[in-house]
């Protein structure tokens, strides 16, 4: 959850600048999701190195977050070689438009803003960090601060905050008079800044007094991110959606301009119902155990019941698969984590599964050092690659199986002719607790995965999204 900083005071000064007033107080849309290109010149090991490195960062926050008109939109989902999927979306009035990334593992919607922002380690494929398209708020005429009294303002700092407005009203000195500055940790980056009330602009429909982060300064985050979790500040709880869904391009299309769409849905209509459920299967979403006041509350849980290679279960540990009185364990779907992660023992499980059954293969150990990934194979020998490896499949609770394509757990590394499992660990054991499990949008390659909000349960089924 965002928090207020001291060390970000310097932020006030620099958007009073902007002479915007304090704020005193939101059917079915779809937006085209795509797949980040591969950047020109960059080693494929490195660069699969940096993914793997970011999905265990991304792990280590979700596993320990810091807590807190159509009736139909479609938008472009596109891919990116840094591991995520961008769609864009207006701000203000008239629109300024932006490419965010879509991030079902947070809840704030935060744009970077002005002319004084800053992005440090920012030196992405294909992002020039000196050149990020920024919001700027002076040329909005419906950009507000937003207040220290306005009611989304505990959104982020909780029913406190209100303490800090009854002080400003009895002249106390203790009063910022705006709602305080925030700062996010996003596993290996962070962004911080003020919070603005704002026009959201969407193919054929327009939301006011829309709640949205002007980020000042911000690290390794190539992009704005629009939250998709479940905190009543992102955007589906702020637009009050039924459902969304998505269908993500394969990342072998990242940096091109090939899209697909993510789908907002604010009021269900039969006969579109019935065409969107066709093939689905569902599993309901489950609540984290510690409740409203946890840090976990925000992530979409699913209950995994086994996993399975070549049909073989793996025995994985049970108060992994399933959370403990404490909150810890279990699975949640994260478009913002690149690769899936797993804790230790239930990587190990299914790693050693795959080498068993594949005992009989060469192993690839220098590619495996170099890039971290295991197990890997070399596949030069000219055999059917896709008759080589055992088929990796997630058992939902209510029958739903998610049968992997090869192609989202195992792939071909640099020149070697080397495949990798696709799917990471951390072996420094920094990270232990939280969600054992994290599906990564590696694994949601070419799956409709559709998010019923109102029903609370998760719809899935295999399709090429291209």
Same mark, same amino acid.
């Given at each position: 959850?965002?928090?207020?900083?001291?060390?970000?005071?310097?932020?006030?000064?620099?958007?009073?600048?902007?002479?915007?007033?304090?704020?005193?107080?939101?059917?079915?849309?779809?937006?085209?999701?795509?797949?980040?290109?591969?950047?020109?010149?960059?080693?494929?090991?490195?660069?699969?190195?940096?993914?793997?490195?970011?999905?265990?960062?991304?792990?280590?926050?979700?596993?320990?977050?810091?807590?807190?008109?159509?009736?139909?939109?479609?938008?472009?989902?596109?891919? !990116?070689?840094?591991?995520?999927?961008?769609?864009?979306?207006?701000?203000?009035?008239?629109?300024?438009?932006?490419?965010?990334?879509?991030?079902?593992?947070?809840?704030?919607?935060?744009?970077?803003?002005?002319?004084?922002?800053?992005?440090?380690?920012?030196?992405?494929?294909?992002?020039?960090?000196?050149?990020?398209?920024?919001?700027?708020?002076?040329?909005?005429?419906?950009?507000?601060?937003?207040?220290?009294?306005?009611?989304?303002?505990?959104?982020?700092?909780?029913?406190?905050?209100?303490?800090?407005?009854?002080?400003?009203?009895?002249?106390?000195?203790?009063?910022?008079?705006?709602?305080?500055?925030?700062?996010?940790?996003?596993?290996?980056?962070?962004?911080?800044?003020?919070?603005?009330?704002?026009?959201?602009?969407?193919?054929?429909?327009?939301?006011?007094?829309?709640?949205?982060?002007?980020?000042?300064?911000?690290?390794?985050?190539?992009?704005?991110?629009?939250?998709?979790?479940?905190?009543?500040?992102?955007?589906?709880?702020?637009?009050?959606?039924?459902?969304?869904?998505?269908?993500?391009?394969?990342?072998?299309?990242?940096?091109?301009?090939?899209?697909?769409?993510?789908?907002?849905?604010?009021?269900?209509?039969?006969?579109?119902?019935?065409?969107?459920?066709?093939?689905?299967?569902?599993?309901?979403?489950?609540?984290?155990?510690?409740?409203?006041?946890?840090?976990?509350?925000?992530?979409?849980?699913?209950?995994?019941?086994?996993?399975?290679?070549?049909?073989? !279960?793996?025995?994985?540990?049970?108060?992994?698969?399933?959370?403990?009185?404490?909150?810890?364990?279990?699975?949640?779907?994260?478009?913002?984590?690149?690769?899936?992660?797993?804790?230790?023992?239930?990587?190990?499980?299914?790693?050693?599964?795959?080498?068993?059954?594949?005992?009989? /293969?060469?192993?690839?150990?220098?590619?495996?050092?170099?890039?971290?990934?295991?197990?890997?194979?070399?596949?030069?020998?000219?055999?059917?690659?896709?008759?080589?490896?055992?088929?990796?499949?997630?058992?939902?609770?209510?029958?739903?199986?998610?049968?992997?394509?090869?192609?989202?757990?195992?792939?071909?590394?640099?020149?070697?002719?080397?495949?990798?499992?696709?799917?990471?660990?951390?072996?420094?054991?920094?990270?232990?607790?939280?969600?054992?499990?994290?599906?990564?949008? /590696?694994?949601?390659?070419?799956?409709?995965?559709?998010?019923?909000?109102?029903?609370?349960?998760?719809?899935?089924?295999?399709?090429?999204?291209?």
């Amino acid at each position: 959850m965002a928090s207020p900083s001291p060390s970000l005071l310097s932020l006030f000064t620099l958007l009073s600048l902007l002479s915007l007033p304090p704020s005193t107080t939101q059917t079915t849309i779809t937006l085209s999701l795509s797949p980040p290109a591969k950047p020109p010149h960059t080693n494929p090991l490195q660069r699969l190195s940096h993914l793997a490195s970011s999905s265990i960062a991304r792990a280590g926050h979700l596993k320990r977050p810091h807590k807190k008109n159509s009736s139909l939109t479609e938008i472009p989902l596109f891919p !990116h070689a840094y591991g995520g999927y961008s769609v864009s979306l207006g701000f203000g009035t008239p629109p300024q438009t932006l490419s965010l990334l879509l991030d079902t593992g947070s809840n704030l919607v935060w744009v970077p803003c002005t002319t004084h922002y800053a992005c440090t380690k920012c030196d992405f494929p294909n992002i020039n960090p000196t050149n990020i398209s920024t919001f700027i708020p002076k040329r909005s005429s419906s950009a507000k601060i937003l207040g220290c009294k306005n009611s989304k303002c505990e959104w982020l700092f909780g029913a406190g905050i209100r303490s800090q407005c009854e002080d400003c009203a009895e002249g106390s000195g203790n009063c910022t008079r705006i709602c305080p500055a925030y700062g996010i940790q996003y596993g290996s980056g962070s962004t911080s800044g003020i919070l603005l009330s704002e026009t959201l602009k969407l193919p054929e429909k327009s939301v006011e007094d829309f709640l949205v982060g002007c980020s000042i300064f911000s690290t390794r985050q190539p992009s704005g991110i629009v939250g998709f979790g479940r905190g009543l500040e992102s955007l589906p709880a702020q637009m009050g959606l039924k459902k969304f869904s998505y269908c993500l391009v394969s990342h072998r299309f990242d940096e091109e301009p090939e899209s697909s769409d993510l789908i907002l849905t604010t009021e269900f209509h039969s006969g579109v119902t019935k065409i969107e459920h066709l093939g689905l299967s569902y599993t309901p979403f489950v609540k984290n155990k510690l409740g409203k006041d946890s840090a976990f509350e925000d992530y979409y849980y699913v209950n995994l019941r086994k996993i399975t290679v070549g049909g073989k !279960h793996v025995r994985v540990p049970y108060d992994l698969l399933v959370q403990g009185s404490d909150g810890h364990g279990g699975t949640i779907v994260d478009s913002g984590t690149t690769f899936t992660f797993m804790e230790g023992k239930v990587y190990e499980a299914v790693a050693r599964e795959f080498e068993r059954q594949m005992a009989h /293969y060469s192993r690839d150990a220098g590619v495996e050092n170099q890039s971290g990934f295991r197990p890997c194979y070399n596949v030069s020998g000219g055999e059917e690659v896709t008759s080589l490896f055992p088929e990796l499949v997630f058992h939902f609770k209510g029958g739903a199986k998610m049968e992997l394509p090869l192609a989202d757990y195992f792939s071909l590394v640099g020149e070697s002719m080397a495949v990798c499992m696709t799917i990471v660990t951390d072996t420094s054991g920094d990270i232990a607790g939280g969600p054992s499990i994290i599906l990564g949008n /590696y694994q949601q390659q070419d799956f409709y995965l559709e998010y019923d909000l109102e029903n609370a349960k998760l719809g899935f089924r295999k399709q090429t999204c291209k």
